[in-house]
């Protein structure tokens, strides 16, 4: 369980649109007003992504905003939702879903039915004000027509005479399409928006926009190549023993057509995980496509556990087979909890930033080599400390590099964006975080797709791990068995013994079987117990029926009976046989502290 | 003692099975002379070998002379012994190494010299010592060498002396590994087989420990080290 961050339980709110009480004689603007702010942000983007439908997302909008930023929220949505700008000489028809206001904060919906109360028909300047993007302040002449219309259901609140400073509305906007506005309106007796105050704003609309897009069923409008693009990524992260994971993708705004970002978390042997970010150049059905084939490619490459250097060598070879008309960038990396180190290596993607855990942002000096697809370079694996606690962040250019915004000015924003967040919150929560990252993004300018993958290093400490080599000999079953009945007697698991020693005993028997060179055997505690027998043969053993009279082949069906997973990989220097068993919750974590003195 | 005299230690040839075994660890220092201050980048916090430092320096009287067999970059063994007042002596293959051990350790004395050539009447006879230390430095050996080199440390210490030995348990004899970006060849024993080795050598273990250590090196897996303290029988 993570930390909650202080704001959650209460909320503070923006200093600059603090309550009059703070008094009109006092600077206008205290030195935390930004990191209020952002604080601010932080929360409401939270509460407003907790929804898996458009009325929960905007009830998380509701209460984030009021009373901390405005005294009241409107949101009015498009009717018909889906239409698209520029291909239609339709005015646009708002509709009022609904509303917040009040020091409670009391939301209320619009009446059911076609006929709502307030349904403003916008054209002209406010309809171009709209589809601009831009949240404005109630004082551009654009907005005068409509803003009684729009206010009405709140007109208690809103004052008699131009609300001026005291509105803001921002526009609307899903991944493409403007979906509707929000209003925000502060009371008379409030200091009025500043300008920074629409950067909020904007933000708040974003989260709100994209949230009520996501969870609305988008299969009519989202083209075939996002569709094409979502089905490739991964639909969840593994879930492995010292590493957290979070992932984001957005598609690109403007093109209707997928991108080829990936992401991808892939779990190794000994506890390790593979973290790949990738990019196909282009945005075409064939580079969401070459996408998927080259995702699969590094899976498989990475199951065979190769260095990473290794993996992009292989994948540029590949990637030449599929054709030369797509060049890819891919980042590829491995962490391993129980050594606590990374090993990286870069085909032309921008270098992972590294938030350490004293809450510095760092953008590891890892580097490129040349993209995927140029073919025949080599590509170098780089070595580098992965501090538990620490926090390291894959992305894809579009997160840094906008048409407003060069790679380098990006990277040093999403640096600056996480330590800002980890000053706040430490060690702040994956989710948040990565909705911290994507605010970066400026709603204007997403012309390119963006992953993301945060990877939280949990490390692994040695005491829960027990690591052999033994020389494949006829005897060495027995030893293994010996060796795990000292670990498990260590760890208090001898309830455990029994099993663990029969099915251990079966795969090293097996391993042993075929070996040249000494087989590794690997114990693994968490709150499963998990045994790893490795060999340098690559005959991966295949569960059969053992005839009346074979000595062997019984020992995968025992396994297979015995344990709660098992599995035999193949790798590149031979394979690794392994299973699991449940710890029963009594025995989880039965000896922390220090060495075993025999 | 000068430097030039112990650089010039190993410079005639040596023919047949025993310069082939020359060559063979030859080459095993030169994985070291390469990896150099990075073995303690890769595994600090050495516990159990502190501990096991500790064991010798309460157990020996002030002056006491300190045979560091495979010292390393001197680092923490042999700057402990001397802190605590030993006449240390410091050996390794690894020209690398012993230069480093030279700089952080002024206080000792370091030869580089191959353990095998250490014993009582060879040709580098160190003279008689309190206590020797040898801290996984016997797992460079083919296993066949182990039992040869305990007698001989048997014999290099005094009726009584103390031994600190430290061992990555496995079973495997000589055994290519990587390590450390080089591949270096390794010996290994089970707990229990280790012990009795040990204690058909001459020696009763008075204390035997274990840890689980992770170095901090992605290419080096986690190991079970074994520190038995012992004491020359007879």
New interface residues.
């Given amino acids: 369980m993570e930390p909650h961050p202080r704001a959650d339980t209460n909320t503070a709110p923006p200093a600059a649109g603090a309550p009059a009480e703070r008094g009109r004689g006092q600077p206008k603007r205290a030195p935390e007003a930004q990191s209020d702010r952002l604080r601010f942000l932080d929360l409401a983007a939270r509460r407003i992504a907790r929804g898996v439908e458009p009325d929960e997302t905007l009830r998380g909008l509701y209460e984030a905003a009021v009373p901390a930023f405005a005294d009241a929220v409107l949101v009015h949505l498009r009717e018909p939702p889906a239409a698209r700008e520029g291909q239609s000489d339709e005015p646009l028809v708002l509709r009022l879903h609904s509303f917040a206001q009040g020091p409670e904060g009391v939301v209320s919906a619009a009446s059911a039915g076609g006929a709502g109360p307030v349904r403003p028909t916008v054209s002209g300047a406010f309809a171009e004000l709209l589809l601009g993007r831009r949240p404005v302040f109630g004082e551009v002449p654009e907005i005068e027509a409509v803003v009684s219309e729009l206010l009405e259901p709140v007109a208690g609140v809103s004052e008699t005479g131009a609300p001026g400073r005291r509105l803001i509305i921002a526009p609307l906007y899903g991944r493409r399409h403007l979906l509707g506005a929000v209003v925000l309106l502060r009371a008379g007796g409030r200091s009025v928006f500043e300008a920074d105050d629409l950067l909020v704003a904007a933000q708040l609309a974003t989260y709100t926009g994209l949230g009520v897009e996501a969870s609305v069923p988008s299969g009519r409008e989202a083209s075939a190549a996002d569709a094409l693009q979502l089905r490739m990524l991964p639909s969840s992260l593994p879930e492995t023993t010292g590493v957290r994971l979070a992932s984001r993708y957005l598609p690109a705004a403007e093109t209707s057509q997928g991108g080829g970002d990936w992401y991808d978390a892939i779990p190794l042997p ?1 506890n390790r995980v593979a973290l790949v970010v990738g990019d196909v150049m282009g945005h075409s059905m064939t580079s969401a496509a070459m996408m998927g084939q080259l995702r699969t490619t590094v899976q498989t490459l990475a199951r065979l556990d190769l260095p990473p250097e290794e993996v992009l060598y292989h994948l540029d070879e590949q990637a030449q087979r599929l054709g030369s008309e797509h060049m890819a960038t891919c980042l590829y990396a ?1 962490y ?1 909890p ?4 990374l ?1 990286v290596a870069d085909a032309g993607h921008p270098p992972p930033v590294l938030l350490h855990p004293d809450g510095s942002g760092e953008v590891l000096q890892v580097p490129p080599g040349a993209p995927i697809g140029v073919g025949g370079v080599p590509f170098e694996t780089w ?1 580098l ?1 992965a501090p538990t606690g620490g926090t390291l962040l894959l992305y894809t250019d579009g997160l840094v590099e906008s048409r407003n915004r060069d790679v380098w000015t990006g990277m040093e924003l999403l640096r600056g964006r996480l330590e800002a967040v980890a000053a706040r919150v430490a060690p702040p929560p994956l989710d948040m975080l990565c909705d911290a990252v994507l605010t970066l993004l400026d709603p204007d300018a997403l012309d390119d797709d963006v992953a993301l993958l945060a990877a939280r290093f949990d490390g692994f400490a ?2 829960n ?7 494949p ?1 006829p005897q ?1 079953a027995g ?1 293994a068995r ?2 795990t009945r000292r670990a498990l007697h260590r760890w208090g698991l001898g309830s455990m013994l029994d099993a663990t020693e029969l099915m251990v005993s079966e795969v090293v028997t097996n391993a042993v079987r075929y070996a040249s ?2 087989i ?1 055997l ?1 114990l693994l505690r968490t709150d499963v117990l998990r045994c790893e027998v490795g060999d340098d043969s690559p005959q991966v053993p295949r569960m059969r029926r053992a005839q009346a009279g074979d000595e062997g082949g019984r020992g995968l069906f025992l396994v297979d009976q015995l344990a709660l997973r098992w599995g035999a990989t193949m790798l590149s220097t031979g394979k690794v046989v392994w299973f699991e068993q449940e710890i029963p919750e009594e025995y989880r974590q039965h000896c922390q502290e220090g ?4 | 003692m000068s430097k030039g005299f112990v650089e010039a230690e190993y410079e005639s040839g040596e023919a047949g099975a025993e310069g082939m075994r020359r060559l063979d660890r030859e080459g095993q220092a030169e994985a070291f002379d390469a990896i150099g201050d990075r073995y303690d980048e890769a595994f600090p916090y050495k516990k159990g070998q502190l501990a096991a430092a500790e064991w010798l320096i309460g157990s020996l009287a002030g002056g006491a002379r300190v045979l560091d067999l495979g010292c390393g970059t001197g680092l923490p063994t042999a700057r402990q012994l001397v802190d605590a007042g030993f006449e240390v002596v410091g050996v390794d293959l690894s020209r690398r190494m012993v230069e480093l051990a030279r700089e952080y350790v002024p206080g000792a004395t370091f030869r580089r010299l191959d353990i095998a050539d250490l014993g009582p009447g060879g040709p580098h006879d160190l003279g008689r010592f309190d206590a020797v230390a040898a801290f996984f430095s016997l797992l460079m050996l083919p296993r066949g060498e182990i039992p040869v080199v305990l007698r001989m440390v048997h014999d290099l210490l005094v009726p009584g002396g103390l031994f600190a030995l430290s061992m990555v348990e496995a079973d495997v004899d000589y055994f290519t590994i990587p390590f450390l970006g080089n591949a270096i060849r390794v010996s290994g024993y089970l707990r229990d087989d280790l012990r009795e080795v040990v204690e058909q050598a001459g020696f009763a273990v008075v204390e035997e420990s274990s840890y689980t250590y992770a170095p901090e090196i992605s290419d080096v897996p986690p190991e079970e080290q074994i520190f038995l303290n012992c004491v020359r029988r007879g």
Avoid: C, H, K
């Fill in positions: 000994g491995i391993d129980i050594s606590q180190r090993l070595e400390p040695p005491l791990v027990a690591y052999w080599f033994l020389s000999q060495t030893r010996q060796l060179r000494p590794a690997r060495a075993d003195a025999a």
